[in-house]
């Protein structure tokens, strides 16, 4: 079969005269253009299915310290997440300054049950789902919510001790008694103070956000996570 291709191949180019240049014929000009627009038409699909895959978030803030995990880093953390879900008979999670986990969540298991504390009012679009968190007021939260999240994820906005400490006493409010799950995202210089504060052990998978970063971050857990997550890191 002849393609548009083949067309411009062999009905190449005509002399136009005195100067010997080449142009091309019509009919090779419209193959050529046909030939063009499904390039076109490909890479417009190839494209559209990519965001499809991507979850639409809001733009990062950096003056509120918000860098968006890559989509492999929230896809792994989420389905880790939903993998705890799946283990307990009344799940609940709370997403503390993740908004990309968050939305990631949504996007795999539309009925996760999962509520985002931040502070960027912008969230708000989540709805109920929806609660204002400023980590300088860590227990200023809804009744509702205390002692009542058996996963927590948190993803302090800063690297600094101040911060973790504060953020260390919002999980201890919302945390479930009993068995509870904790994962924390967060810069490799907190590995001491997640683990003074929190009892946490990093896994060897390296969480990685959209925007580079110079410092490096780690996933930590209060958990073994078995072969998940890459296990924790031995010493």
């Known amino acids: 079969m002849e393609t ?8 190449a180019v005509l002399p136009t005269g005195d100067d010997d240049t080449p142009t091309l014929s019509s009919h090779a000009l419209e193959a050529l ?13 190839a494209s559209s299915a990519a965001v499809e895959d991507d979850v639409a978030l809001v733009s990062e803030d950096w003056r ?4 968006w995990y890559n989509r492999e880093t929230a896809e792994t953390v989420a389905n880790e997440v939903l993998n705890l879900c799946r283990s307990i008979d009344s799940p609940a ?24 504390l931040e502070y960027d009012k ?22 509702s919510m205390k002692h009542s999240y058996p996963i927590i994820v948190a993803d302090p906005p800063y690297l ?3 911060c973790l400490e504060k953020v260390a006493k919002t999980i201890s409010f919302l945390t479930k008694p009993g068995q509870a799950y904790l994962l924390l995202l967060t810069g490799e210089v907190q590995s001491g103070r997640a683990s003074e504060l929190l009892g946490l ?16 971050f780690r996933l930590f857990t209060n958990y073994d996570p078995g072969t998940r997550l890459g296990g924790w890191e031995q010493v």
């Open 64 to 67: 509120l310290s918000q860098f």
């Open 160 to 162: 600094s001790q101040e």
């Open 93 to 116: 999670v709370a997403c503390i300054a993740c908004p990309t986990l968050y939305a990631y969540l949504k996007k795999i298991d539309p009925n996760a049950p999962a509520q985002i």
């Open 201 to 216: 052990r990093p896994c060897s998978f390296r969480p990685d956000h959209s925007s580079k970063l110079g410092n490096e």
């Open 4 to 11: 548009a291709k083949d067309t411009v191949q062999h009905d």
């Open 33 to 45: 253009k046909e030939f063009l627009a499904e390039q076109s038409r490909a890479i417009e699909e």
């Open 122 to 143: 912008r969230f708000e679009q989540y709805g109920s789902e929806f609660t204002f968190y400023d980590y300088n007021l860590p227990e200023d939260l809804p009744s």
